[in-house]
């Protein structure tokens, strides 16, 4: 079965501290991973995807997600958070024919001053 | 990227009615989706949208209940007909651009519906 599981459903970090939202998927070939961010009242903007090749992707605003096949994981970091980081977080993987995106559940991060 | 806006951005609605939510993208797209975030929770696919072909809908959701339109590559319409308080959700329409990247989906900014 193809999933998406984020662990963690919220965390909340001070300012500048570092972040690490986990990600853990279920799929039975390499997958094609993807991180979206929602603001409070927004859509989604994508932060970054993986499909193939360095494991290491950076996306915008400062984030980069490691893509590590024996964990099954595609866990997203950010060194220094800042207040306007605050939002939810999705992972996500493309799925069902390459058509359909299968979310997690949401992580949302609340940043402390 | 694409740039995808959406009508309306928000709406209250009595159960029973139907409402027609339009979305628009700066570009022709092949593929367009819907997706539905009920209060709290995730992001559910309810049906992929591609010009010229019927609408294909995931498990659960049905033509009736919410009937997409897909009349040109930068156009596409979803309907919740009949609703109940249950249909309160978001509804964000999504596009994969043509070429390379179309794995790659962008959203727009959502529809935030409440039935009373």
């Known amino acids: 079965a193809q999933s998406v599981t984020q662990p963690d459903i919220h965390i909340t970090v001070s300012e500048g501290a570092s972040l690490e939202l986990r990600c853990n998927y279920s799929?039975?070939?390499?997958?094609?991973l993807f991180w979206y961010v929602q603001s409070p009242g927004q859509g989604l903007q994508l932060l970054l995807k993986?499909?193939?090749?360095?494991?290491l992707v950076q996306g915008i605003k400062g984030f980069e997600a490691e893509f590590k096949r024996s964990q099954s994981s595609f866990n997203l970091r950010k060194p220094s958070v800042h207040w306007s980081d605050a939002a939810e977080y999705f992972c996500?993987?493309?799925?069902?024919?390459?058509?359909?995106?299968?979310f997690g559940a949401g992580t949302r991060l609340a940043v402390h001053p | 990227s694409a740039v995808i806006s959406q009508k309306p951005s928000r709406d209250i609605c009595q159960r029973g009615t139907s409402l027609t939510i339009q979305c628009q993208v700066d570009s022709q797209v092949t593929m367009m989706f819907w997706y539905r975030q009920q209060p709290g929770q995730s992001l559910t696919l309810i049906a992929t949208?591609?010009?010229?072909?019927?609408?294909?809908?995931e498990s659960g959701f049905v033509i009736d209940k919410f009937p997409i339109s897909r009349p040109n590559l930068t156009f596409s319409t979803l309907t919740v007909s009949n609703m109940s308080p249950e249909d309160s959700s978001i509804y964000l329409c999504s596009v994969a651009p043509s070429g390379t990247t179309q794995e790659t989906q962008y959203f727009g900014p959502g529809t935030r519906l409440l039935v009373l």
């Open positions: 799929y039975g070939a390499t997958p094609y």
């Open positions: 996500a993987l493309l799925g069902g024919g390459y058509n359909k995106l299968i």
């Open positions: 949208a591609n010009q010229g072909s019927e609408a294909t809908y």
């Open positions: 993986y499909f193939s090749g360095d494991t």
